[in-house]
C-alpha cells in the first residue's frame, strides 16, 4: 500500500510550503467561462464587457505553472469594441506569458462571441455548436408614427448637424443610414482581417458566405476551418496533457455581503424598471433568437 504524497493533506494554496521534491506536479490549465451577450452590464443584462473579463483573464495567466489556458465560450455577440478589447487582451496575455491558449464553444461562438474565440491558438465547438456570423449588424425601432398617431411633439435640439442622427423617434434619413452602412463596413473589415490572420491556411477562403454574417453548426465550422475540431473541454484537455491535468476555474470574485444586500433592498423598494436596461434584455434575446436558440 502505498503512501499518500505530502500535497495530499495540505490545500493547494499551501503547497508552496512543501519542497519542491515532495510536491506533486500534474498540468494544471485555468479555465475561465465567457457566457452572455457582449456589451453593457445591466441588473436586467448580465454578459461579457472588458471591465468584467479583465481580472479573470489576468487571474487566469497568472496561475503559476499552467500548461496552457482555455476559455469556455457561450456568446451571440454584441458590441465590436468589447469584443475586440476582449480579443487583444487574451492575445497580450498569452504572448507575454508564452501560453497556449484553447477556446471550447458550448452553444454558440457567434459574431463577438467568435471573435473572442480567435484569440485561441485552437478551437474546438460541440456536433450542435452555432459558429460564425462574422458579419456587423446594427438594430433599432423607429417610433416616429407611433408618436404621431398619439399627437406626441418631439422636440431635439443639436449643436451638430449630425448629432441626432438616426434618432428613432424621427423619420429614418437615408444619408443617416449610408454614413451608418459606412462605418459597419469598416468594422467588417477589421473583423474579417482577425479572422483571416488568426485561422490562416485553415480557413476555406473559397467560400464565398464565409464572411458574409452566415453561421454554421459544429462539423460544418470544421470544414470550413473556422474551428479545429470537435470535442468537449475535458476530452480534449485530457487528450492533449494527459489523464493527470487539473482543469482550474477561474471564478468571478463575489461582490461583499453587505454590498448584495443593499443592492437586493434597493431593488426591492425600486417599482420602476429602467428602459435601457427593459430593451438591453429585448435585444440580448434577440440576439439568441437569431442564431435559433
Known sequence: MSAKPLSAYLPERLHFLIPARFRTRHPVVPVVRLSGAIGAVMPLRSGLAMANVAPLLERAFAVPNASAVAFVINSPGGSAAQSHLIYRRIRAFAEEKKLPVFAFVEDAAASGGYMIACAADEIYADPASIVGSIGVVSASFGFDRLIERFGIERRVHTAGDNKA?????????????????????????????????????????????????????????????????????????????????????????????????????????????????????????????????
Not at 423617434?169 to 463596413?185: C, G, T
Open 165 to 293: 442622427m438616426l434618432d428613432p423617434f424621427q423619420p429614418e434619413n437615408p444619408k443617416d443610414v449610408a454614413r451608418l452602412k459606412a462605418l459597419q463596413r469598416s468594422i467588417h473589415e477589421v473583423f474579417e482581417g482577425l479572422v483571416r490572420s488568426r485561422r490562416g491556411e485553415k480557413l476555406q477562403t473559397d467560400n464565398e458566405e464565409l464572411f458574409s454574417g452566415a453561421f454554421w453548426v459544429g462539423q460544418e465550422a470544421v470544414s470550413l476551418g473556422l474551428v479545429d475540431g470537435l470535442g468537449d473541454i475535458r476530452s480534449i484537455l485530457r487528450q492533449r496533457f494527459g489523464d493527470k491535468v487539473q482543469l482550474r476555474m477561474i471564478e468571478p470574485a463575489r461582490a461583499p455581503l453587505l454590498g448584495r444586500l443593499l443592492g437586493r433592498r434597493d431593488a426591492g423598494q425600486s417599482s420602476l424598471l429602467d428602459p435601457s436596461e427593459v430593451l438591453g434584455a429585448v435585444e440580448e434575446r434577440s440576439a439568441w433568437s437569431r442564431l435559433g436558440l
